[in-house]
């Protein structure tokens, strides 16, 4: 293995086998490490052939302690449990990481920013560029238009995705919270859902409406609807890779730096 190694958990999952890919493709980075849950038929086969590639060397494992041996930092998309537990492996060994796993509670994230205590995390629902310059157009948008434009986003995915809405849809509702402060908090303004009798909409009400099915990877869009004129702001993915491809920047971002709780903000140095 040459560069930097990687360990990535949920090697054979969509996100995955695009990190595999990347990290493969990625001057100075190497796989050190895959993982999948006990029981997985793929336990045992090499993890570049899981995503498709060559083979890399690396064998698939069950065994957390296994998988990040040789690592110099983590890449973790899977589940909100098994984040924290492997954020709280990270710290104990010093590895810089990447989380995109969104679903976490409170709990959790408390966790989270304590394993930020001792290492480096770039936490982020979406490690995609183009979103995170979306969500600072958004928040600015939101702030120029003023308060007579009623606010809606709109949030598609795949129907095997398990959380809703989306972690992107949710920043981008903070963004628009904090574009206009002014009208309250977002806990004061979200509507997740609308049925039956429900009156008009209410001043400052910011929706935020979810679409579930297919194998659409992810799309999103942010609706200002003024009298006599529509703004859309959107993003759509179409590849999986872009979400990948940031994630392995941030990653190489992370390296080296002091301990902390990051976002892709910083990592694009958008603040």
Known sequence: MSGVGVAIPGCAGRMGRALVQAVAATEGLALSGAS?????PLLGQDAGQVAGLPPLGVTVTADPARLLEGAGGVIDFTLPGPTIELAGRAAA??????????????????????????????????????????LRLVEEAARLLGPNYDLEIVEAHHGRKVD???????ALAR???????????LDERACYARQGQIGARPPGQIGIQTVRGGDVVGEHTVLYLGDGERLELGHRASSRQTFARGAVRALR???GRAPGLYSMRDVLGLD
């Open 175 to 185: 963004a628009l919270a904090a574009g206009t402060a002014e009208q309250g908090s």
């Open 93 to 134: 060994r010093s590895l810089p990481m990447v989380v995109g796993t969104t679903g976490l509670d409170e709990v959790q994230l408390a966790a989270l920013q304590a394993a930020a205590e001792r290492i480096p995390i770039v936490f982020a629902p979406n490690m995609s560029v183009g979103v995170n310059v979306l």
């Open 36 to 40: 999948e849950a006990p029981g997985s």
């Open 164 to 170: 809703a809405p989306s972690g992107t849809a949710l």
């Open 253 to 255: 971002w992370a390296i």
